[in-house]
């Protein structure tokens, strides 16, 4: 798996946060048949374009990761992506994550062999939690994303959501992310569904109380509205990478802008 994560020397600010790693900055492509399709609380989806188009501009621009989800995937019970995932890693070369209708170890293995590095279960895990373990056994925990949407409850938990949102399991968010990386998932792709789409800033309660309870990577999801949401993420939250979808789709902050803010607080970033 490609990473490019050369260290660099963080600036020094009075009272920034210097982080020990390198904090990843992820751009996240939710895809509906062939478009990029981006909405509000994971509802109201707008077509946006070819997905393609998009990973490759992030790419040039210096993001450092891709997240590709399919979100009808759990409709109609198979992952559409595999043709865009192949297309995109012959042009791209950075780590390239694929969630949605990953039901079995085959689903995984196609994609793969398509060119995704990581995998992100939800719904299937959520079912049948098994899967976790025979996934960690054939690919290694490194291979295996849990995806978690989360819905605050008005006793102040959280409850794992599955198809967008739309669907409960039951589960208690902190129990569940615990149980999944006991049975061996190596990172979680943590969407706030209340604040996904909204640029209100990120769930940082809901980010620490993750960071807390798991010794595995975090990558904070939803609510990314300009540069300093990112960085409360980090330093706030505890998130080891936060994923950006609204403001880089539609322009108002560029790849190297966020980059730019994150080293002004004292963030490692890989450099360019």
Not at 61 to 69: P, Q, S, V
Not at 140 to 146: E, R
Not at 157 to 164: G, K, L, M, Q, V
Request: hydrophobic share 40%; charged share 25%; proline share 3%.
């Amino acid at each position: 798996m490609l990473s490019g994560t050369t260290e660099i020397e963080p600036v020094s600010l009075s009272g920034a946060m210097e982080t020990s790693t390198n904090v990843r900055l992820i751009a996240r492509l939710d895809v509906k048949g062939q478009n990029l399709i981006k909405g509000v609380h994971l509802e109201g989806l707008r077509k946006l374009g070819d997905p393609q188009t998009f990973a490759k501009r992030y790419y040039e621009a210096g993001i450092d990761e891709l997240i590709y989800m399919d979100v009808v995937a759990s409709l109609y019970g198979r992952n559409n992506l595999t043709d865009v995932v192949r297309h995109t890693a012959e042009n791209v070369f950075i780590p390239i994550t694929v969630g949605g209708g990953i039901r079995s170890v085959e689903d995984a293995r196609t994609m793969l062999r398509s060119g995704a590095d990581k995998i992100a279960i939800n719904t299937a895990a959520t079912g049948n939690p098994d899967l976790i373990d025979a996934l960690a056994a054939s690919f290694g925990a490194q291979c295996v994303v849990l995806s978690v949407e989360a819905i605050r409850q008005s006793d102040g938990h959280w409850e794992a959501h599955t198809d967008n949102g739309r669907e409960k399991t039951g589960r208690d968010v902190v129990e569940w992310v615990q149980e999944a990386v006991s049975r061996g998932v190596g990172e979680i792709l943590l969407t706030s569904v209340d604040r996904e789409g909204t640029q209100s800033g990120c769930d940082i309660d809901l980010a620490r109380a993750i960071t807390d309870a798991v010794d595995v990577p975090v990558i904070l999801s939803g609510g990314v509205g300009n540069p300093d949401h990112l960085v409360k993420a980090v330093r706030d939250g505890g998130a080891d990478a936060v994923a950006v979808a609204h403001v880089l789709h539609y322009d108002k902050f560029t790849v190297p802008a966020l980059r730019q803010a994150a080293n002004a607080n004292g963030l490692r970033v890989r450099p360019t």
